[in-house]
């Protein structure tokens, strides 16, 4: 029904579609500017308005390239109630710095997480603050065409490829299918494990990259739960309880996962980036007291868990548990991608070298 729906919206996805085709048109022309900058810069990101699985490529690119560079993440921190340039710090909020740029800092305490709406204002000032940075990773970046990424990574949904898709309002597209032609690598996201060599060439042939285009093919894989503030680890079965506090944009992955794992779960879903309040919080524990398993737990995932440890001292007796989630290239081609990513900084530190 919604998708019917959907379909009258058509009209104002022409409109849209024409008015984003204009605009990258004069990018493409030069009439709009964008500007190259002499050092490693890596865009990941997709057509799509969310549900790709950005956030954890970003995170499968720190934990490959931090252990060799000075590796920095730089978003725009949607939905912050701060404005400008900021680098987070030991009393970072999610608050500050939104909720994704929170979980890399969390997670990875080590590298340099920045935020700023202007990335042509925010990476020289980053460059500035963190002078030993040897790479920035530009999260969610792809149609912010003011800077120009010497690496475009483009995320797809297996289940809702942009070549399937519409423009918004009708479609999930908020840019044009012949913008893909412009990443180096894409990476066809949240595929079955099982995912046959003949369906991949059809999806290859489907996509139809450039030939110096990479096509991968990435599974979603679920780690072990963890407590919010306790960091102990819980192990589901079939016969646990579940109730799932999500807001993100695509939990249909998370929801099979759960299917295939447990006898029953409830759900209480909200917007993308929701920031929870204390009504929400009264929600889900009247919501949880109403599920009568010994067993039961509270479950949700990372990104929504930097959004509620500011109820800690509400939650810290609760069993409220963050699942966290990777990706899994397929046909062992993770050696492939790594290296592509790793020969990509490497010469642009030689071009450098010689200016």
């Known amino acids: 029904m919604l998708k ?41 990101g997709n057509l799509a308005v969310g549900g790709t699985g950005k956030t954890p490529m970003v995170e499968y690119l720190i934990r490959l390239l931090s252990k060799q560079y000075n590796t920095a993440t730089l978003s725009r921190g949607y939905k912050r109630k701060t404005e ?22 969390q997670k990875f305490p080590e590298i340099t997480v920045a935020v700023g709406e202007e990335r042509l204002v925010a990476i020289p000032q980053l460059l500035h603050d963190k002078p030993n940075t040897q790479v920035i990773i530009l999260d969610d970046a792809f149609q912010h065409r003011v800077v120009r990424a010497g690496l475009n990574i483009l995320l797809t949904e297996y289940k809702n490829l942009y070549t399937r898709d519409l423009m918004l309002p009708a479609g999930d597209l908020r840019d044009i299918r012949l913008s893909s032609k412009r990443a180096q690598i894409i990476i066809v996201s949240k595929c079955k494990p099982d995912l046959s060599e003949i369906e991949r060439q059809a999806l290859i042939h489907e996509l139809h990259p450039l030939p110096e285009q990479h096509v991968f093919f990435t599974q979603i894989s679920y780690g072990k739960p963890y407590h919010l503030f306790s960091k102990l680890e819980f192990e589901i079965k079939a016969d646990t309880e579940i109730l799932l506090v999500c807001g993100i944009a695509n939990p249909r992955p998370l929801k099979d996962y759960l299917t295939a794992r447990v006898q029953t779960y409830d759900m209480l879903r909200y917007p993308d980036h929701h920031i ?3 009504d929400d919080l009264d929600d889900i524990r009247r919501q949880f007291d109403k599920m009568s398993h010994a067993g039961k737990i509270i479950l949700t995932t990372e990104k929504d868990a930097t959004r509620l440890q500011k109820f800690e001292s509400e939650l810290t007796h609760l069993p409220i548990y963050a699942l966290p989630i990777e990706h899994n290239f397929l046909f062992n081609e993770a050696p492939v991608f790594n290296a592509l990513v790793t020969a990509f900084i490497e010469r642009v530190k030689i071009f450098s070298n010689q200016q």
């Open 4 to 44: 019917s729906f959907r379909y009258l919206l058509l009209p104002f996805s022409l409109v849209y579609g024409g008015v984003v085709w204009l605009r990258n048109l004069m990018f493409d022309k030069e009439i709009l500017k964008s500007s190259n900058f002499n050092f490693p810069l890596i865009c990941v």
């Open 84 to 105: 400008g340039f900021a680098i987070a710090n030991a009393s970072t909020t999610a608050l500050e710095i939104g909720d994704e740029p929170m979980q890399f800092h």
């Open 276 to 278: 929870f309040s204390i």
